[in-house]
């Protein structure tokens, strides 16, 4: 089964408006840590977002949140205010295990989003 | 500017040979590790290594080999055994920003095609 579900494809948005990535995960560690990642057509993975499983709050840096559904097992990324910029594929990643761990993460298969002028 | 470098960025190897990637990091983590990347696919892990001169396997790393006699360096060898070399591989390295997180920083990627 697989860990980390994406269940869309590709999305588009307009520009200025909000969007929201899904993204579901399936674990029985009951520690554990959830991440988003932004992959431009360069190559390059840049680190978004970060929710741990006992944070009590949802995550936000900037433009992004992490609606953080316990409960449900699912991690949506939200992004606030789209930008041209904004268009690429983007990860949503889970590490099982306590602060031992060393990073080893488990990748979903990406949601391509496309933002319109 | 701290970072990781890739290199090469392209790369062509015809079937039967090895080739060796580089990844070399100025930012001072300790661990470091390999992914690759398949079209329309998230990243699966080759490699990792969490100190120097020490590294364990991830889930791909069949027609593999790595080594880290270096902090900043982790090279990766694709290998003739390796079936189906031909994708994108990503180099990355570790830093823990609060308990439990350790966020992963990576390069630009080296392309792999086999001819």
């Known amino acids: 089964a697989q860990k980390i579900t994406q269940t869309q494809p590709g999305m588009f948005v307009q520009e200025k408006e909000a969007v929201t990535l899904d993204c579901t995960y399936d674990?029985?560690?009951?520690?554990?840590?959830l991440f988003w990642y932004k992959q431009p057509s360069s190559g390059e993975m840049i680190f978004l977002i970060y929710?741990?499983?006992?944070?009590?709050q949802n995550a936000t840096e900037g433009r992004y949140s992490l609606n953080f559904q316990k409960a449900r097992k699912s991690a949506n990324l939200v992004i606030s205010a789209s930008q041209l910029g904004d268009s690429a594929m983007y990860f949503c990643?889970?590490?099982?295990?306590?602060?031992?761990?060393?990073?080893?993460?488990?990748f979903g298969k990406g949601t391509k989003l496309s933002v319109k002028p | 500017d701290g970072g990781i470098t890739q290199s090469p960025k392209y790369l062509f190897r015809k079937e039967g040979q090895n080739v060796t990637l580089s990844c070399e990091q100025n930012?001072?983590?300790?661990?470091m590790y390999w992914y690759r990347q398949d079209p329309g696919q998230g990243l699966r892990l080759i490699y990792y290594?969490?100190?120097?001169?020490?590294?364990q396997k991830g889930d791909i790393a069949e027609g593999y080999s790595v080594s880290r006699e270096k902090k900043e360096s982790f090279p990766l060898t694709v290998t003739s055994a390796q079936k189906n070399p031909t994708a994108f591989y990503l180099c990355?390295?570790?830093?823990?920003?609060?308990?439990?997180?350790?966020?992963?920083?990576f390069g630009a990627g080296s392309r792999l095609t086999v001819l």
């Open positions: 990643a889970m590490r099982e295990g306590g602060g031992g761990s060393q990073g080893n993460l488990i």
């Open positions: 290594s969490q100190i120097v001169n020490d590294f």
């Open positions: 674990t029985s560690d009951p520690s554990y840590g």
């Open positions: 929710q741990g499983s006992y944070d009590q």
């Open positions: 990355a390295s570790s830093v823990r920003v609060s308990p439990g997180a350790n966020v992963l920083t």
């Open positions: 930012l001072n983590h300790d661990a």
